[in-house]
């Protein structure tokens, strides 16, 4: 019976003032029952009603003050009756010790928090009340007995008995009702009905007393205070009904015991009291009862209408919708937030009839409706479905309804009952999932980006899509074990995949990366980078992994090609240093003067450097015959003379470069010498391909001049002279056949088709030929 420390202070001082307190209280209470007493004996003890009363509200923390203010209250008011010494500490002894053991049994039964307001409770009380009672009564026969033996004994336990309980009945119920208003403020309407009934109630003894005597007085009364008391226990609080009990008591105690009014009048004293007792202790058992149960009900209500207050913002907060369909009228009775869910604005918020409800239902999902519905019978008498529905504005929802039929002994169905659910964010949710998760799967295959997981244990990976495209697996595989992937993993890399896995588990590593190669079922090598992340158990055992696999192979193929290239790169510069170096020395040994050293020079550094520039043009995959010539051809061509015919041949880079530099040594020695020297002189360059009895036709280039001056030969060859003689026999195997004619130069070069890429076209250039002039020597 924990009552709240706001009652009263704990401290000292508070607990003293308790005490007086209780001890005032105690001995003006038992003042009063010896004044409502008939031939010396108090037949209502409500000082005892206050003792219990004032324990179960206050708590066990008042306990010691209160039992002091009892005890001393007690023995004050014996010794004023001039009663033996030890009596009085008796008789306090008792009091004391009822309402303790009466305190105490309630807090046995019912815990700590004790309050009149169900029945259980109540009953409860008027127990323990009977048991505190009893014992008392026992303990002050035998006290009695000792001093006069000759007292009976059963009479005198009777008295105390029914005192005792009529004082705790119709005071100890007004001050646990009187603790818990203190905590609890009613509301005003509740206390000005409350205070109404007792007034009325208080008045209406007061006229049944002063009425005269008749036939009236013995029904009268009990017929006129009932309904007043009925009405003040169904409409109040319990603390009302306690306290129109405690006024009808001591009315009917008080008239009987001081002779006031006619009630049972011509009794004898002793029936008339007893009669009062019964009516007083009757009355007050019914009206406390009767306000349990109210309170019980009024409670119950206030669960009820709380509960579907509750259930009406839980189906609103988790947009639910409970219906109730009756299939034998086609009406609908839905909760309260049905018109939000479905639009409609149906009064009480009900959902509109079977067949409107069915014509809003999406025409995609409606057969599939009616078809959940016609399939109800008794031995399945429950749906559920996922549907659309149009609600009135046009607007769509996705609905999820669960629902259950009732049938009829016949098994016809008479209702369902169920729950609609507006599921449309979640399925806007899933929508949007699905559309990323395609996304992804589309982005992993574009990309050869695959995602994998696998239990540790299980050794099975549940892979995505871009994983099956990197790895080639069937369309549509979601698992593989572990050991089909291993099988798959190059054999000069299986041992170090394994390995790099078995340092990540025992240094407990949360992450590792490494790149391998994997062989594709049609023996396709492909590089496979990897990152896996690592999850462990508390023991620090792995339990699951996950990652990423992503095929680099074109990065892998990209940098093996740019190493080769640098490679290669490194090999040409360091062939194009010796040339250079080479070209120099030769240059120099035949100039006569500094100034033909440098004009010779740079002629030739300049024509290497155009082959340089057409073979980087094309990568380094080879250069066109044509671009050549014409390269070589430009400082000195003219519209007509030269003349170019002959298939469009690709060299290789190698001998690119030995082409371009015979072609610049037979230009410059015919700019210097010969037909471009001469305006009237033409040169013809032509070239083809022939088979020399080997399956692939070698290269034929043709150089002819005409109409320049006269050639005149020398004795010593120059170094221009030698390169076209030596380089194309000595580096790439071919002949060359030049031929110093008076009337021109002539010169076939011959080139192997190791040389040689193939025909793709034939071009033919040709201008104007020049008439001979005589001129100088060629060398």
């Known amino acids: 019976m924990q009552r709240s420390s706001s009652v009263f202070s704990e401290s000292w001082f508070g607990l003293v003032r308790l005490a007086v307190a209780t001890g005032i209280g105690y001995f003006l209470l038992g003042r009063l ?25 206050l708590g066990p923390s008042a306990r010691l003050p209160l039992a002091a203010g009892i005890f001393v209250a007690t023995v004050a008011h014996n010794f004023m009756l001039g009663r033996y010494t030890w009596l009085p500490i008796t008789f306090g002894l008792l009091n004391v010790g009822q309402a303790l053991f009466t305190a105490w049994l309630l807090e ?68 646990i009702g009187l603790g818990d208003v203190m905590r609890e403020q009613l509301p005003r309407h509740e206390l000005i009905e409350g205070w109404v009934g007792l007034v009325m109630l ?72 007893l009669s009062a007792q019964t009516f007083v202790l009757a009355a007050a058992i019914s009206v406390v009862l009767l306000a349990a149960v109210f309170a019980e009900r009024r409670r119950g209500g206030q669960a009820l209408k709380q509960s579907a207050e509750r259930l009406q913002l839980a189906l609103a907060a988790g947009e639910v919708m409970a ?14 937030n049905a018109s939000l869910m479905l639009g409609d604005e149906h009064v009480g918020g009900g959902r509109p009839p079977h067949k409107e409800f069915l014509s809003r239902v999406h025409p995609e999902d409606r057969q599939r409706f009616k078809a959940c519905m016609r399939q109800l019978r008794p031995d399945k008498p429950s749906y559920a479905i996922t549907f659309r529905l149009v609600r009135p504005d046009g607007n769509q929802v996705w609905l999820e309804e669960t629902a259950r039929g009732e049938f009829d002994a016949a098994g016809r169905l008479l209702h369902i009952k169920g729950l609609t659910r507006d599921i449309s964010e979640r399925k806007r949710a899933e929508l949007a999932l699905t559309e990323r998760t395609i996304q992804l799967e589309l982005a992993g295959k574009a990309a050869l980006v695959g995602s994998f997981a696998y239990g540790v244990d299980t050794e099975k990976m549940q892979i995505s899509e871009g994983y099956v495209a990197i790895y080639g697996l069937p369309e549509g595989t979601a698992e593989i074990a572990r050991s089909q992937w291993l099988a798959r993993v ?55 992994m996950v990652g990423v696999n992503i095929d680099v192979t074109d990065r892998r193929r990209a940098q093996d090609y740019q190493h080769t290239l640098h490679a290669e790169l490194d090999h040409r510069v360091k062939n194009v240093l010796a040339t250079v170096s080479t070209v120099a020395a030769r240059t120099m040994d035949a100039s006569s003067s500094m100034h033909q050293f440098v004009a010779s020079l740079d002629g030739r550094i300049r024509s290497m450097a155009r082959t340089h520039e057409l073979l980087s043009a094309n990568q380094w995959q080879g250069i066109s015959v044509l671009e050549l010539v014409r390269r070589e051809l ?10 170019i015919n002959g298939p469009d041949v690709t060299l290789k880079a190698e001998a690119g470069q030995g082409m371009g530099m015979v072609l610049h040594e037979l230009v410059t020695n015919a700019a210097k010498y010969g037909a471009l020297s001469s305006q009237n002189g033409c040169v013809s360059i032509r070239w083809r391909r022939r088979l020399n009895g080997q399956p692939q036709s070698h290269l034929v280039l043709e150089w002819q001049e005409i109409g320049g001056p006269p050639v005149v030969a020398v004795g010593k060859s120059s170094y221009g002279t030698s390169t ?50 005589t001129g100088e020597a060629w060398n």
């Open 202 to 273: 208080t008045a209406l003894s007061a006229v049944l007393i002063s009425l005269p005597d008749g036939p009236w007085a013995t029904a009268l009364p009990e017929a006129l205070v009932f309904p007043f008391l009925l009405w003040i226990a169904m409409r109040c609080r319990p603390v009302f009904a306690a306290a129109a009990a405690l006024v009808v008591g001591l009315v009917v105690i008080g008239s009987t015991t001081l002779g006031v009014g006619n009630f049972d009048l011509g009794k004898p004293l002793a029936d008339r009291i």
């Open 634 to 643: 430009a400082p000195y061509a003219t519209s007509g003379n030269t003349e």
């Open 108 to 175: 046995r039964w019912f815990g700590r928090t004790f309050k009149l307001e169900d029945v259980h409770r109540v009953l409860g009380f008027f127990a323990a009340t009977a048991a505190g009672s009893a014992l008392s009564a026992l303990g002050t026969t035998v006290a009695i007995g000792l001093i006069k033996p000759a007292a009976p004994h059963l009479h005198v336990w009777r008295l105390w008995f029914a005192a005792c309980s009529l004082g705790v009945i119709t005071v100890a119920p007004l001050l």
């Open 323 to 336: 219906f109730h369909w009756d299939a034998i009228t086609g009406q609908s009775v839905c909760s309260d």
């Open 724 to 773: 076209i003689r030596d380089l194309i026999p000595y580096e790439f195997g071919g002949t060359v056949d030049l031929i110093l004619a008076p009337e021109g130069v002539r010169c076939c070069l011959e080139l192997p088709s190791d040389w040689l890429g193939n025909d793709r076209q034939h071009f033919s250039e040709t201008g104007a030929h020049a008439s001979p002039r």
């Open 490 to 544: 190059h054999p000069d890399d299986r041992d170090e995949t394994n390995a790099a896995r078995s340092r990540a588990f025992s240094q407990r590593q949360r992450e590792y990366g490494l790149e391998f190669r994997f062989v594709r079922s049609s023996g396709e090598v492909r590089w496979i980078e990897a990152r896996s992340f690592i999850a462990y158990r508390s023991d620090g055992r792995p339990e699951r």
């Open 33 to 57: 029952g010896l004044f409502l007493r008939a031939e010396d004996v108090a037949v209502f003890w409500p000082a005892a009603g206050l003792a219990i009363g004032a324990l179960i509200a």
